[in-house]
């Protein structure tokens, strides 16, 4: 019998006896990470990451049962191995390791290779059994280097700023506002926030994450002068009135999805940077390679194409459905939940 | 190729109309006027018929990219678009390209056209390995032919006129009708000198807004027209030193197409342009649309054809009298020279003045409205008597009252992916209604949702597939619109029977169920009852 099982309620280790970012209540989760779609409210009680400690409380409810283990700590539950090792997609993110009568399992949650300054680095983990995400599992998505995007982003901050044009950049409250923050110039002008993104980077620095100076954008009226500040929302706020205060503006919007022109103009914006918190097609391949994995799971996401490719390249792969199937889920499920949390 | 990919970029990065003029004046100031003509061409939208098939260039592409072709296809349902397809899953980029613009287009992609696949793939290759990201997707829309890249033709010109100092309406005028994009000719776009009318060349259309609401808010009744608004080919009729030219609307020459029409020509005195449209006639009324539809598929327009689908042209409005432009004159005053010129042709009986119909209240006018159908028309066309001839489509002057849409609550049970802007959104709808237990399907359409309501359709779609046949998905039928549309007529070609012209979604009725959407019944006598009243 396999070690993890596809059930209604999410990923189940029977014979450990609790799920993998259930999608239900369930007695006992592990979480990879924080966002909506893999940390579900409700459970009795849940184990992740010491870093993700901080993250994982403020989304779930204040009173909800939290351990936390660090990175590669191994734990036991009813003769199942647990340890927990970085993904480097954000803030706590881990990839879940488990042991058991001598076969190794590794659920990735969602990862990501490139650098970033806000979260422990992604480390490959040997398996028998890779289940990955595949959020950007076709070659389009090629991420250019990140320092290239930062350049870009800064650059577009100084031109608006020169011609008195607030920078309205959104991008998801938790995660990439962080490390959209990080790769700002404070030398440029003030950063703005919304107060989600406000709360969650306070959140972020509580764990130890060194980030530069922002003000919280307020609920009061129109700003006197804020055309040479960046504003850092999450998406739901474009084209809200909560934005008018802020006067003549560029907006932007990071995510990987904004390779695609189409999905940048869809949205009337006027740039869209692509910076993503997955893996490209390149980087997944060989993080998949990395692992020695003999089976590979792929979900949540461009699962067809993945599991296609693998098999032609002669690995055993197969999709796995999660709830969220579809092949823009983590913006749809991050849109939705943002737009659930208003604020 | 730098420049021109940069002027693209700039004006894709911004939503703003006026930063948008900024930056297409300045590339015209800037770039050689052989680069700036190829501008002008192709962001008005035109463009060399396709040179190269799709499939050739996604199959190069993949070999030069490393992929299976099946990875190709399941990218370009991602994105939507082959030009950007190809763009991002090419290697790495190349370097930037000094080869100006007139170059790539008259040394590489005109050169295209008629070789063997083999030089053609060499050309693509080397093309692709000499540009930078930016410009191979410029330089892939420039050989897909689908170069929209939010400039509208309005832009273009308005940056025409400030760049020269024309104005505006000239600048139009001389990208209507035949040119070639040489230096020359943008030099010749920009002249001051305005007398230059080009002898086959048509005034730029006067096009009428749809009319929402009632007509009373327009004012005095007798300060306006009304004409029947036909649905034909709205053209342009030109007889200038002894010849003839008849242009659609689409700013196409239709020589030949319509010989019964252009022998008028010989009748008429030179310096003559006429407005009106094309329109297939028969026993003094129009005959269906579809019957001028199969008389344009032909090749060759044999005696039969002419005979079975003779074509007037309805004559609207006097632009040109004697070699002088008169659009700024009065539409009474044009109206009344037209009306004269018509009838000196009057026995050939292939010009016809389009009535002006008797209204001395607005009421009046609703009871035409509503006889529009019986006669074969849209609806009403309003004009000012005071009004000039303008350009483009303008408030104020013109407004088109159609009547009220034929309408049925159907089912969505297929989709596909969109195009350009709605690339990699499920934006193409299939509709069913009910014939007993199932669902045929009865019309296509894509337009008349909001963004906001496109993207939870799409969302829907997603996570309501039952399966997936190539682009097409089928879905769930859960989901009702209702549909509008201007015309039905009986199909043998539909699986329903029955065909309609210009639907749309209307509305998204998320207050019906499936089961109340229309059955075949109620659509067949919707049918009936149209064509009842085009009998009488
Ligand atoms: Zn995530
Ligand atoms: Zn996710």
């Known amino acids: ?343 | 190729m730098r420049l021109f990919a940069r002027l693209f970029t700039a004006i894709d990065e911004t939503n703003a109309t006026h930063e948008k003029v900024a930056a297409l004046v300045a590339y015209f100031r800037g770039a050689p006027p052989s680069d700036a003509a190829w501008a002008v061409h192709f962001l008005i939208g035109r463009r060399p018929k396709r040179l190269v098939g799709s499939r050739k260039l996604a199959a190069w592409a993949s070999v030069e990219a490393g992929l299976p072709e099946w990875l190709f296809d399941e990218s370009y349902q991602a994105v939507g678009d082959l030009a950007e397809t190809i763009t991002l899953i090419l290697p790495a980029d190349g370097v930037s390209s000094e080869l100006p613009l007139s170059r790539w287009v008259e040394e590489r992609l005109l050169r295209l056209r008629g070789e063997d696949d083999d030089v053609q793939r060499e050309v693509m290759l080397r093309s692709w390995r000499e540009l930078d990201r930016r410009e191979r997707f410029v330089w892939n829309k420039l050989i897909t032919g689908s170069f929209r890249v939010g400039a509208s033709q309005r832009l273009v010109i308005r940056a025409l006129a400030e760049v020269s100092g024309v104005d505006e309406g000239v600048i139009a005028h001389r990208l209507m009708g035949d040119w070639e994009p040489t230096a020359e000719f943008f030099q010749r776009l920009l002249a001051p000198d305005t007398r230059d009318a080009d002898l086959s060349r048509p005034y730029p259309f006067f096009l009428a807004h749809p009319l929402e609401g009632e007509p009373a808010a327009l004012g005095q009744a007798g300060e306006w027209i009304a004409e029947w608004k036909w649905d034909g080919i709205r053209a342009q009729f030109i007889r200038r030193a002894g010849k003839t030219f008849l242009w659609s609307r689409g700013e196409e020459l239709l020589a030949g197409r319509f010989p019964e029409v252009e022998e008028i020509g010989a009748l008429l005195p030179d310096g003559t342009v006429i407005d009106g449209e094309l329109l297939p006639w028969s026993d003094g009324k129009p005959l269906p649309f579809a019957q001028l539809q199969r008389r344009i598929g032909r090749k060759n327009l044999g005696r039969k054809i002419l005979e079975d689908i003779p074509a007037v042209l309805i004559a609207y409005d006097l632009l040109e009298e004697g070699g002088r432009d008169i659009r700024s004159h009065p539409l009474s005053q044009r109206r009344e020279r037209l009306s004269s010129l018509v009838g000196t042709v009057a026995s050939a009986g292939r010009l016809l003045l389009s009535l002006s119909l008797p209204f001395t209240t607005w009421e009046d006018l609703g009871d035409a409205r509503r006889a529009a159908r019986e006669v074969g028309a849209e609806g009403l066309m309003l004009k000012r008597l005071s009004s000039g001839y303008g350009v483009g489509r303008r408030r104020g002057d013109w407004w088109k009252w159609k009547v009220d849409p034929l309408t049925v609550d159907a089912v969505l049970i297929y989709a596909q992916g969109g195009s350009g802007k709605r690339a990699g959104l499920f934006t193409d709808y299939t509709f069913g209604i009910w014939e007993g237990n199932h669902l045929v399907p009865f019309a296509k359409a894509y337009s008349g949702l909001s963004d906001e309501e496109i993207r939870r359709v799409d969302q829907f779609i997603r996570r309501n597939t039952l399966e997936k046949f190539g682009p097409v998905r089928t879905v769930k039928p859960e989901l009702v619109f209702e549909l509008h549309f201007e015309g039905i007529q009986p199909s043998t070609r539909h699986k329903s029977g029955i065909a309609v012209r210009f639907p749309r979604m209307a509305r998204w009725r998320t207050d019906k169920k499936p089961e109340d959407a229309d059955t075949i019944e109620t659509v067949r006598a919707l049918l009936k009852s149209v064509t009842r009243e085009e009998q009488t």
Request: some cysteine.
């Open chain 1, 1 to 343: 019998m396999p070690l993890l099982t596809l059930t209604d309620r999410g990923l189940y280790c029977e014979p450990g006896d609790f799920y993998v970012d259930p999608w239900e209540p369930v007695d006992r989760a592990v979480i990879t990470h924080s966002h909506g779609d893999h940390a579900t409210w409700g459970s009795r009680a849940y184990l992740t990451s010491e870093p993700g400690i901080g993250v994982l409380q403020a989304r779930l409810d204040p009173t909800a049962k939290i351990r936390g283990v660090r990175y590669g700590e191994a734990v036991s539950l009813n003769g199942v191995t647990i340890s927990l090792h970085p993904a480097g997609h954000i803030l706590g993110s881990s990839q879940v390791r488990l042991v058991h009568r001598g076969e190794v399992w590794v659920v990735s949650g969602d990862y990501k290779t490139d650098p970033d300054p806000t979260c422990t680095p992604f480390e490959p983990v040997r398996c028998h059994t890779f289940i990955t995400e595949s959020t950007f599992g076709l070659p389009i998505y090629r991420w250019p280097p990140q320092a290239e995007v930062f350049a870009e982003i800064n650059s577009w901050w100084r031109f608006n700023a020169s011609v008195g044009k607030t920078s309205m950049l959104y991008g998801y409250t938790l995660g990439k506002a962080q490390r959209l923050i990080a790769g700002l110039d404070p030398s440029i002008g003030p950063i703005l926030t919304h107060g989600a993104v406000e709360r969650m980077t306070a959140t972020y620095r509580q764990a130890g994450i060194s980030l530069p100076t922002t003000h919280y954008a307020g609920t009061a009226e129109r700003r006197a002068d804020s055309s040479d500040a960046i504003v850092i929302a999450p998406p739901h706020a474009s084209g809200s009135t909560w934005t008018r205060r802020f006067g003549t503006q560029s907006t932007g919007f990071a995510s990987g999805w904004m390779l695609v022109r189409g999905a940048r103009r869809r949205r009337a914006l006027d740039r869209g940077f692509p910076l993503s918190d997955h893996v490209d097609w390149p980087s997944l391949l060989q993080v998949i390679e990395a692992t020695g994995a003999a089976e590979v799971w792929v979900t949540h996401g461009f699962t067809g194409p993945v599991v296609r490719w693998l098999k032609e390249h002669r690995v055993a792969a197969r999709a796995v459905q999660t709830r969220f199937e579809g092949e823009r889920d983590d913006e749809i499920v991050e849109g939705i939940e943002e737009a659930k949390l208003g604020s």
